[in-house]
């Protein structure tokens, strides 16, 4: 895994239930090179399964029970956003 280099670059700051691909795309599109998606937990992504999605040109993460999307990226962003994983408890 790459580190990103944080000198001299516009960032888009995490902010709650705003962190989707379409918005972060957009920021990138206005100039920020360092994007951050929302905040997902633990327990949350560990009940997901990785999926292309052929259709959209995008690799989501989905919900095992649910289907629900977790987390979705794309090429476009490679190299420029941040994961945020969170835990209610590190121990």
């Not at 944080?6 to 962190?19: D, E, S």
């Amino acid at each position: 895994m790459e580190k990103i280099d944080y000198r001299n670059k516009h960032i888009l700051a995490p902010m709650v239930r705003v962190g989707t691909l379409p918005f972060r795309i957009l920021a990138a599109e206005y100039g920020a090179d360092i994007t951050y998606g929302e905040e997902i937990v633990d327990h949350k992504i560990v009940k997901c399964y990785r999926q292309i999605n052929e259709t959209l040109g995008t690799v989501d993460f989905l919900e095992k029970e649910t289907n629900d999307v977790i987390f979705r990226t794309c090429n476009e962003e490679r190299h420029r956003v941040v994961f945020q994983l969170g835990t209610a408890n590190a121990l």
